[in-house]
């Protein structure tokens, strides 16, 4: 799988997880899966970020008591772990609420990139 052109934005992945616990701790739990899928699209690509975006949301579904989500976490964990150097659908958000297997190509793009075709 190709690597993305633009380098990681590590400042912008870190404020996403930081955004997203913070939301996290007054249980705006769907303000928090948005934040935590901003993170794990920008980091989907490197193995520990992509990682910690999936820790993240085994945190949301633990706080949510969401056992799909957690269960789905937990595979994902593992999954982004091992084989994110070999191969990650892009653009795909990181929650259960899309397939692990599947990706938008318009989410693909770098958040610069997003920003100027007015998408999140």
């Given at each position: ?45 490197w193995t520990a970020p992509h990682t910690r975006s ?19 976490q937990l595979l994902r964990i593992t999954w982004s ?40």
């Amino acid at each position: 799988m190709p690597r993305p052109t633009a380098p990681f934005d590590q400042a912008a992945f870190e404020a996403h997880l930081a955004r997203g616990r913070s939301l996290l701790s007054i249980r705006a739990f769907e303000s928090a899966c948005d934040a935590f899928e901003q993170a794990h699209l920008l980091g989907q690509h490197w193995t520990a970020p992509h990682t910690r975006s999936h820790v993240a949301f085994l945190a949301l579904g633990w706080a949510r008591r969401d056992v799909r989500e957690m269960g789905g976490q937990l595979l994902r964990i593992t999954w982004s772990a091992l084989f994110t150097w070999l191969w990650v659908p892009s653009g795909n958000v990181g929650s259960t609420r899309i397939s692990a297997w599947r990706g938008d190509p318009a989410l693909a793009a770098p958040a610069s990139a997003r920003d100027e075709m007015g998408q999140p």
